[in-house]
T-cell receptor, first 115, second 116 residues
Framework: AQTVTQSQPEMSVQEAETVTLSCTYD???????LFWYKQPPSRQMILVIR????KQQNATENRFSVNFQKAAKSFSLKISDSQLGDAAMYFC????????????WGAGTKLIIKP | DAGVIQSPRHEVTEMGQEVTLRCKPI?????LFWYRQTMMRGLELLIY????????DSGMPEDRFSAKMPNASFSTLKIQPSEPRDSAVYFC??????????????FGPGTRLTVL
């Protein structure tokens, strides 16, 4: 069975600085999707970025980028120029190509932005 | 465009009472998910509907939980009787399933349930 591990329960960063959130996963599959979701205090889960395992190029969405290391089964999220609005819980998630719906979730990392 | 709508946003009830949570998916979406989020267990998928039919209900904790989707624009999650351990945030999500490839799940704002 696949598992997703986020080893940092909490991270803090100074506003305008860069922070990296870690995620590792375990799978025997070669094709899959990886996601980072953001959950702000409003509770709503928002998709930040996704990565297809068959793509070697790291996904980027504005200030958010990932470092996808397939061999190491690592999928970290880098937030550049951190803003107060980035404060939230961040969840890493995995989805097998064999499933069109089942997401395997990490435990989450709480990101604190210091003004 | 309205996102996934859930009601109520907050529910406080007493043990033994019936609780009904409601969800309106995004118009045009054909897949609907109910999740439960707790500190101890994280985010858990309770049930998945596709075209109003329950496909996977293996995450439903026990017979006290039931979910229905009478039409494409409405779903309910019912807990009867409720217990304090059911206290959690319940999320509804929807997506447009067009095949085996990626289809994003859009989440509602959640219902925070407290059972006293």
């Amino acid at each position: 069975a696949q598992t997703v591990t986020q080893s940092q329960p909490e991270m803090s960063v100074q506003e305008a600085e860069t922070v990296t959130l870690s995620c590792t996963y375990d799978t025997s599959e070669s094709d899959y999707y990886l996601f980072w979701y953001k959950q702000p205090p409003s509770r709503q889960m928002i998709l930040v970025i996704r990565q297809e395992a068959y793509k070697q190029q790291n996904a980027t969405e504005n200030r958010f980028s990932v470092n996808f290391q397939k061999a190491a089964k690592s999928f970290s999220l880098k937030i550049s120029d951190s803003q107060l609005g980035d404060a939230a819980m961040y969840f890493c998630a995995y989805r097998s190509m064999d499933s069109n719906y089942q997401l395997i979730w990490g435990a989450g990392t709480k990101l604190i932005i210091k003004p | 465009d309205a996102g996934v709508i859930q009601s109520p946003r907050h529910e406080v009830t007493e043990m033994g009472q019936e609780v009904t949570l409601r969800c309106k998916p995004i118009s045009g979406h054909n897949s609907l998910f109910w999740y439960r989020q707790t500190m101890m267990r994280g985010l858990e998928l309770l049930i998945y509907f596709n075209n109003n039919v329950p496909i996977d209900d293996s995450g439903m904790p026990e017979d006290r939980f039931s979910a229905k989707m009478p039409n494409a624009s409405f779903s309910t999650l019912k807990i009867q009787p409720s217990e304090p351990r059911d206290s959690a945030v319940y999320f509804c999500a929807s997506s447009l399933f067009v095949g085996p490839l990626y289809n994003e799940q859009f989440f509602g704002p959640g219902t925070r349930l407290t059972v006293l």
